[in-house]
């Protein structure tokens, strides 16, 4: 059992939870995941560590409510316990050895991108980060992306915060301008990170995506979470989540995170109606 000892609501769908699990903590590094189980008849879900802290011995997860557990997963509250928290799982992104990196994130994937723009900071890297989301009401993590970045771009698709337009007008621009980058670390909506590798590829820079598909058991058993990558396939769980953005196909990635999407909604709203008539 894994107690949480902070909840923080960032915006109407996402949230974020400190627990505390001091052997996962003591081992996280950026780019990693946990893979929890809200109560013992629960599914495993995978949520990227958005941060640790050695010392206390915690976990920082970010959450956006989407399905039948993450809602599950938000019902509970500060003093409660997880069940199950197991990692860290996956291979920590690569930053030794880059000096100028632009790092992209779009909606609740800056909580993927933030840990990454933060090691590179720590490490002294020159870190340029673009952030984007629909409106300014879905914005997270704005301050702490500030405190880590020798440059910011804050994008919104309405204009309501920061400047009007997508990830890539701040990064072709930014590109324009005359930077030349390492690396280009983009984490986000698959449609969001094709396009971003789109552009990249444009101008030869070498380019990572963090892929999150369907995954059950983080052993690469199962193969829920295959990926083609550069014509091989690949497991999300224990080949990545990293990879070469250039030789993802992002096409299939795009058709296979669709497939549960309708029974997702249709859990999630049983969850919720569930939760409605126990608070009657």
């Known amino acids: 059992m894994y107690k949480i000892l902070r909840k923080k609501v960032l915006n109407p769908t ?15 590094e950026p780019g990693q995941f946990i893979i929890l189980r809200v109560d013992e008849a629960g599914e495993r879900i995978p949520l990227t560590i958005a941060d640790y802290d050695r010392e206390a011995g915690t976990i ?7 399905g039948a557990t993450t809602e599950k997963l938000n019902q509970l509250n500060e003093g409660e316990y997880i069940h199950d928290f ?10 030794e050895g880059l000096k100028k990196v632009a790092v992209v994130g779009g909606g609740v994937g800056c909580a993927i991108a933030y840990p990454i723009a933060k090691k590179l900071h720590a490490l002294g890297a020159e870190v340029h980060s673009i952030v984007g989301f629909r409106n300014k009401d879905l914005v997270i993590l ?3 992306f ?13 204009g309501s915060h920061g400047e009007k337009g997508l990830v890539t007008n701040a990064l072709q621009a930014l590109i324009e301008e005359g930077n030349v980058y390492d690396e280009v670390i983009t984490i986000g909506p698959l449609i969001m990170m094709k396009f ?10 070498p380019t990572v995506v963090s892929m999150n598909p ?3 058991d983080g052993t690469g058993m199962c193969g829920g979470c295959r990926l083609t990558v550069g014509g091989e396939t690949k497991f999300a769980c224990v080949d990545g989540p990293d990879f070469d953005g250039h030789l993802v196909d992002f ?3 795009i058709e296979r995170s669709s497939m549960y999407r309708d029974f997702e909604r249709h859990k999630h709203e049983e969850t919720c109606n569930l939760f409605k008539k126990e608070v009657k």
């Open 196 to 205: 971003v590798c789109k552009l990249t590829k444009e101008h030869n820079i």
């Open 251 to 253: 096409d299939e990635a």
């Open 14 to 28: 996402v949230t974020l939870m400190d627990v505390e699990a001091p052997l996962i903590a003591k081992k996280a």
């Open 60 to 66: 920082t997860i970010i959450f956006q409510i989407v």
């Open 214 to 216: 369907i995954m059950i």
């Open 146 to 158: 500030k405190a880590v970045s020798d440059v910011m771009k804050m994008m919104t698709d309405d």
């Open 86 to 95: 197991v990692g860290p799982l996956g291979v920590p992104s690569h930053t």
């Open 142 to 144: 704005e301050d702490e």
